[in-house]
């Protein structure tokens, strides 16, 4: 991944994943590009499409016209995991910032400009959407869901006192994860990077994860057994790095 920003460059990319979300992706894109004209953000939109056999990747392509030159569009052979797909996305941005965020409105498009903003106005490398400090939640979710969402976050405070280190929502400076290499697959690439990366600082800013009403989770058994992988790597890792890392947590917003 280069970290140069060519001419004319947006100041956002946000990556969305897909996978089966034809119900809801244009939508949700129309969404994120309001929300960003809103907050006068010049942004892009790159959706990562894992094959989806219900027709995802075509709806997007019919709207990449529409938003052009701010909506890309990146078709992989196969469901390969979504921390690649997160990955790839990255290499395809052009803005200096990158994001990522669900493609099922779990994270709400209209954080987005409060998030950029807490990056730029902290000076921070990262700022993660943390459902985990004051003025965050999770609504709709089955109480199971919950309790396993937040063991696995406190699993990973030995790593990282942020509070929702698997948190799915999250900006990160594209020059900061130049050259880095994951190796985990699946769903908490945030973790990953915030270990792999030459992270210096980092701000958590509330939201409300709303899980999602139409369609399914992508959340299964395997997922969650990878985690456990993934932080025994990750823990083997604690020596060579997180030392002068500086922490912020955002209030509620009023």
Known sequence: MSASTPPGAPALSIV?????????????????FAEMQKAHVDGEVV??????????????????????????????????????????????ATAPVVGVMDADFSHPPAALPRLLHALSSRGADVVIGSRYIPGGDAANWP??????????????????????????????????????????????????????????????????FVDRTIGKSKMTTREALGYFSQLWTLFRLRGTSRRGVRYHREAPAD
């Open 47 to 92: 959706v990562v499409d894992d094959n989806s056999p219900d027709g995802t990747g075509a709806i997007v392509d019919s709207l990449v016209p529409v938003h052009a030159p701010r909506l890309r569009a990146v078709h992989r052979a196969g469901k390969l995991g979504l921390g690649t797909a997160v990955m790839e996305g990255f290499m395809a």
């Open 143 to 208: 109480r199971s869901r919950l309790l396993l969402s937040k063991l696995a976050c406190v699993l990973a405070r030995p790593l990282t006192p942020v509070r929702d280190a698997t948190s799915g929502f999250f900006l990160i400076k594209r020059s900061v994860i130049e050259g880095v290499t994951i190796r985990a697959g699946g769903f908490k690439i945030c973790l990953e990077l915030l270990m792999r990366s030459p992270v210096t600082s980092v701000v958590e800013v509330p939201y409300v």
């Open 16 to 32: 969305i994943p897909t996978y089966n979300e034809r119900t809801r992706i244009a939508e949700l894109i129309g969404a994120v």
